[in-house]
């Protein structure tokens, strides 16, 4: 077979499988793991069963399997951000300010979750510690942005809004601050089905939604 050739269905799916089921590996590994990359690599190697070139078919660098896994969170973030747009009743929440009860609704979806975000803290450590510059640790969260954009574009439009920022900036500062305070919350003895009640989800979320955005106009 020529060496251009592509891989048959039957081997991409395989393929696929077989990275699936080594990125949710790493993901039930990396919130307790204190060793190196490389270790984490030869961990995950054995619990898989691969030797070392199988294994590199499928993620050829290091910084590949750690950027998977980000992707794979990202990806369960936006998809939660879109659960919790697609399930919001404006007409449920009649006495309440519109933009309150859709940060409520957001934080109960859970975008991010305990073991998620220090998933993503030892993520970026473990690049770091790779010598990886930035824009590599960043890379899989710009490859994602589309999905993110669209969920919470789909968000705002619950509560008849649209982004006025520059909607990528926009998306960036609503998942840093949600990151970092949800973080705080944590780590100050909260626990997460009850960071709903934090005075971030119900004053400077709902803040930020109103800032970044704009009332939709009506035709």
Same mark, same amino acid.
């Given at each position: 077979?020529?060496? $251009?050739?592509?891989?048959?269905?039957?081997? #991409? /799916? @395989?393929?696929?499988?077989? &990275?699936?089921?080594?990125? @949710?590996?790493?993901?039930?590994?990396?919130?307790?793991?204190?060793?190196?990359?490389? %270790?984490?690599?030869?961990?995950?190697?054995? %619990?898989?069963? =691969?030797?070392?070139?199988?294994? &590199?078919?499928?993620?050829?660098?290091? &910084?590949?399997?750690?950027?998977?896994?980000?992707?794979?969170?990202?990806?369960?973030?936006?998809?939660? !951000? *879109?659960? /919790?747009?697609?399930? =919001?009743?404006?007409?449920?929440?009649?006495?309440?300010?519109?933009?309150? +009860?859709?940060?409520?609704?957001?934080?109960?979806?859970?975008?991010?979750?305990?073991?998620?975000?220090?998933?993503?803290?030892?993520?970026?450590?473990?690049?770091?510690? @790779?010598?990886?510059?930035?824009? $590599? !640790?960043?890379?899989?969260?710009?490859? =994602?942005?589309?999905?993110?954009? $669209?969920?919470?574009?789909?968000?705002?439009?619950?509560?008849? *809004?649209?982004? +006025?920022?520059?909607?990528?900036? +926009?998306? *960036?500062?609503?998942?840093?601050?949600?990151?970092?305070?949800? #973080?705080?919350?944590?780590?100050?003895?909260?626990?997460?089905?009850?960071?709903?009640?934090?005075?971030? !989800?119900?004053? @400077?979320?709902?803040?930020?939604?109103?800032? !970044?955005?704009?009332?939709?106009?009506?035709?």
């Amino acid at each position: 077979m020529p060496a $251009d050739t592509p891989p048959s269905p039957r081997v #991409e /799916a @395989t393929r696929s499988s077989n &990275r699936s089921r080594i990125v @949710t590996m790493a993901r039930i590994l990396l919130p307790t793991w204190n060793g190196s990359l490389s %270790e984490l690599r030869a961990q995950l190697q054995r %619990e898989a069963g =691969f030797a070392e070139g199988p294994f &590199r078919t499928l993620f050829p660098d290091d &910084r590949d399997l750690l950027q998977a896994v980000d992707h794979a969170l990202l990806e369960e973030c936006a998809q939660r !951000v *879109r659960s /919790a747009a697609e399930a =919001f009743d404006p007409d449920a929440h009649s006495g309440e300010a519109p933009e309150v +009860a859709l940060s409520v609704a957001l934080a109960q979806a859970y975008p991010l979750d305990w073991s998620s975000l220090t998933i993503r803290l030892r993520e970026r450590l473990l690049a770091a510690s @790779t010598g990886a510059r930035s824009e $590599d !640790v960043l890379e899989a969260e710009r490859a =994602f942005l589309p999905a993110l954009l $669209d969920a919470f574009e789909l968000l705002l439009g619950r509560i008849g *809004r649209r982004f +006025a920022w520059q909607p990528t900036l +926009a998306v *960036r500062v609503l998942i840093l601050t949600y990151e970092r305070s949800f #973080e705080s919350w944590i780590m100050s003895g909260g626990n997460e089905q009850s960071f709903a009640r934090s005075s971030y !989800v119900q004053q @400077t979320l709902p803040e930020l939604l109103l800032g !970044v955005s704009e009332p939709v106009a009506a035709e």
